[in-house]
C-alpha cells in the first residue's frame, strides 16, 4: 500500500514520524509533495520518503491520499487532483480543520471514499489520539486499512463530524494545556529548590504515570483521587487550595473558549 501526503506542514510531519517509528510503513511506502520544494525536499531527505514533483504525481502512485493542506488552499487543492481520485482505486484521508465530509464529497466527488481525521501532534511518538468518521462510500477492508494508520500511531474514535469540535478542544488542543500544567509544576519546583530540569522530568513522567492510571482502571479520576488523598493530609490541603484558586472553573472555561473558537471557523 502507498501512502501519499499532499502537504508536509507540523501534523503530517508527526503523522509520517509515528508511522515509520511504530514499523506500519516504510519509507518507500509515503509519497510526499507540498506547495514548497525547500520543505518536501527537506523532509524527503531527513525520513527517506519520496519527494514527488506535483500533487497529480502523489495521487497518481497512491492508493490512500491524505490531504494535509491548510484550508485556506484545500479547494484549488482538491479541484487540481479531482480527476485523479479514482472512486475505484483511492481512499481520501483528510486532516484538514473544518472541512466537512460534505463539502469534501462536493469537491472531490460524491462516490470517494472518504475518512475525515482530526488527530492531535502525539501521533509522532504513537501516542497520539485520532477521531474518525468515513463516509458511506468506505467500507470493509479499504475502511479498515485507513483507519488502521491512525490506530497504529495511538488511538482512534469514531465521532459525528459534530463532536469534532469539542474533540479538538480535549485532544487536538489540550496538548498545550498539559504541558502548561506540566511546566507549572516544574516552577513550583523551583521555587522550593529543585533545578528546571529535575522538576520538569519529576512533574512531566508524574503527568505520564497518572494519565496510564487512568487509562488502565476501572475507577474515574476522582475515585483515583481519592486513594491518593489520605483524611487530613497534604494532598487534599493542596487540592483544596487549587479549587479554592479555581481550576476546575479555568479549565472548563479554557475548553469552552477553545470550542467556541472552533465553532466559529
Known sequence: M???FIGVGGMAQAIITGLLKQN???PSEILIHSAHASTYEQVAKKTGVTAKNSNSEVVKDSDVVVL???PNVAT???QEIRDQLDPKKKTLISIVAGLTLERLAELAGYDL???RT???LNV???AGMTAVHANENLTGKAKEEAIGLFDAVGSTVTLPEADFATFSALAGSSPAYVYFFIDSLSRAGVKHGLTKKAATKIAAQAVMGSAEMVLNSDENPFGLIDQVSSPGGSTVAGLLAMEEAGFMTSVIKGIDT???RNNAE
Open 113 to 115: 471514499p472518504t475518512l
Open 124 to 126: 509522532a511518538i504513537g
Open 68 to 70: 494535509a493542506v491548510t
Open 24 to 26: 506500519k510503513l516504510v
Open 258 to 260: 477553545t470550542i467556541e
Open 76 to 78: 484549488p487543492v482538491i
Open 2 to 4: 502507498k501512502i501519499g
Open 118 to 120: 482530526l488527530p492531535n
